[in-house]
């Protein structure tokens, strides 16, 4: 089946360390998008890639790093210049082209509690 | 700038009710609009997507959509709810030519017997 796989589902890190998050697609999907969620805050936008090799800052970059090397995998880094990085973090992928234009697939997301 | 307004942050209901979520959205181009359901600690879901054509707009699990271009709302409906509608419901806007999205911040439905 088709879909976006994030892991780990649940993550503990300690103060002042750096923690990677894996999304991988395989939906054959053009752009790839991270999401910080927090209660009552709804999504706000990282990341975003259009193609491998480039990505844009979104509404909250800072502190967050990210690389595109493939086209099927979009990892986000929170690093330790974060400053409230416990959240709920959802990776989205869509295609650039067809009837499905701007319709993002979410993967299950990864929930990441800094101790 | 795109922002999207969700006018209710909890909307409780009875089993078999009716319901209606409301959106609002600001936006001087042209937009898609898009319903997401998110169940509780899983990812989102499309329910229902507005891009052009018929203004009434029906997707899954039984919910329907209307797009308001006057009044720049897109509220979304069900007739009659389920337990299992139990759930956390986004509005999203995104421009015509982007390919970002713009969320609200959402409306948690719960549905009590």
């Known amino acids: 089946d088709g879909g976006i796989t994030q892991s780990p589902k649940y993550l503990f890190r300690k103060e002042g360390q750096n923690v990677t998050l894996s999304c991988e697609q395989n939906?054959?999907?053009?752009?790839m998008y991270w999401y910080r969620q927090d209660p009552g805050q709804g999504l706000r936008l990282i990341y975003y890639?259009?193609?491998?090799?480039?990505?844009q800052k979104g509404d909250i970059a800072e502190g967050y790093s990210v690389s595109r090397e493939k086209k099927e995998s979009f990892p986000l880094t929170v690093t330790s210049a974060q400053k409230n990085p416990t959240a709920f973090y959802l990776c989205a992928s869509s295609i650039l082209a067809g009837p499905s234009y701007n319709e993002q697939f979410f993967g299950p997301g990864t929930r990441l509690t800094v101790l | 700038a795109q922002s999207v307004t969700q006018l209710d942050s909890q909307v409780p209901v009875f089993e078999e009710a009716p319901v209606e979520l409301r959106c609002n959205y600001s936006?001087?181009?042209?937009?898609?609009l898009f319903w997401y359901v998110q169940y509780p600690n899983q990812g989102l879901q499309l329910l229902l997507k507005?891009?052009?054509?018929?203004?009434l707009v029906k997707g899954i699990n039984g919910f329907e959509a209307e797009f308001n271009k006057s009044q720049t709302s897109f509220h979304l409906r069900k007739p009659s709810v389920h337990i299992s509608d139990t759930a956390e419901y986004f509005c999203a806007v995104s421009r015509r030519g982007s390919e970002k999205l713009v969320f609200g911040k959402g409306t948690k439905l719960t549905v009590n017997p």
């Open positions: 507005y891009l052009s054509g018929s203004t």
């Open positions: 890639s259009q193609i491998v090799n480039d990505f």
């Open positions: 936006s001087s181009v042209s937009v898609y």
């Open positions: 939906l054959n999907h053009d752009a």
